[in-house]
């Protein structure tokens, strides 16, 4: 089979191509044959060395895929050969194949095809908890989404909206909040060039967001904390600005 290979630390234009042998499931594995893979950020964050969970090379990357179930291993009844399923795995997804435990695989349903159902999981999954599991976001609230453009501030905008909440897009350019907008977004702010806290104010009658997601970090997210609400709540999500925020904490004890 050909995969995706990162035989050295560093950007995603080192990775190579390579013919490796087929894989075979082991015990209560599935082995799946890979139709689309999805680009996730921490792909790249794994292949420069630079997540949380290293990965030691020469590995394959990719952690989310949509594909077929080719075979199973022992002592699993299902799903079937030649099931169209998803899942998600650490590495392994950018190849012809991938094997991993059933449990990580889900059903892809009739009338979704594989690049949306590869590129789906992560980033609405992540979205959809970063706003109400942790968030606690319900309808009528003001909800900013920082890096709107992006993967998960995609999926986050859209989620929103669909529950019913109004969306603050924060992204970089004007480019990328027409996409926010096209997806629900009730206003914009470009963060670059306006300042983020001032306008979270004015857009929300002088109050502030009731929820703020985060998947950017860097010097935007105090300007954002600063711009919520008093009892609102903040979610970091990720740092894709590559600085981890040092948040002053009476900040937190303002709000």
């Known amino acids: 089979m050909r995969a995706a290979r990162c035989t050295e630390y560093g950007p995603p234009g080192g990775l190579t191509v390579a013919e490796l042998d087929d894989l075979r499931p082991g015990p209560g594995e599935v082995l799946v044959r890979v139709h689309a893979a999805a680009v996730n950020f921490p792909d790249v964050l794994i292949v420069a060395n630079r997540y949380q969970v290293p990965a030691p090379p ?9 594909g077929v179930v080719a075979a199973l291993g022992a002592g699993v009844t299902g799903p079937p050969v030649g099931s169209p ?10 190849a012809e194949q991938v094997v991993v435990p059933v449990a990580s695989l889900r059903q892809v349903p009739d009338g979704l095809d594989m690049v949306h159902a590869a590129a789906f999981h992560v980033t609405y999954a992540t979205a959809y908890h970063s706003l109400v599991t942790v968030g606690r ?19 986050a905008v859209d989620v929103a909206t669909r529950l019913g909440m109004r969306v603050v897009a924060a ?10 907008r096209k997806l629900g977004a009730a206003a914009g702010v470009d963060y670059v060039r306006e300042d983020l806290k001032l ?3 004015e857009l929300t009658s ?26 609102g709540r903040f979610v970091t999500v990720g740092y894709a600005d590559g600085e981890i925020p040092r948040i002053p904490l009476n900040l937190v004890l303002l709000k």
Do not use: K, M, N
């Open 171 to 180: 992204a970089s350019s004007e480019e990328r909040l027409t996409v926010a």
């Open 58 to 66: 020469p590995f394959t990357p990719g952690s989310e895929f949509a």
């Open 137 to 155: 976001g319900t309808a009528g609230e003001w909800a900013a989404v920082l890096g709107a453009a992006g993967g998960v501030g995609s999926a």
């Open 206 to 231: 002088g109050e502030g967001a009731h929820l703020v997601i985060d998947p950017v970090g860097g010097r935007h997210a105090e300007a954002a904390l600063r711009g919520l609400r008093r009892g």
């Open 85 to 94: 399923v998803a899942g998600a795995v650490l590495t392994g997804a950018f």
């Open 199 to 201: 306008r979270l104010r």
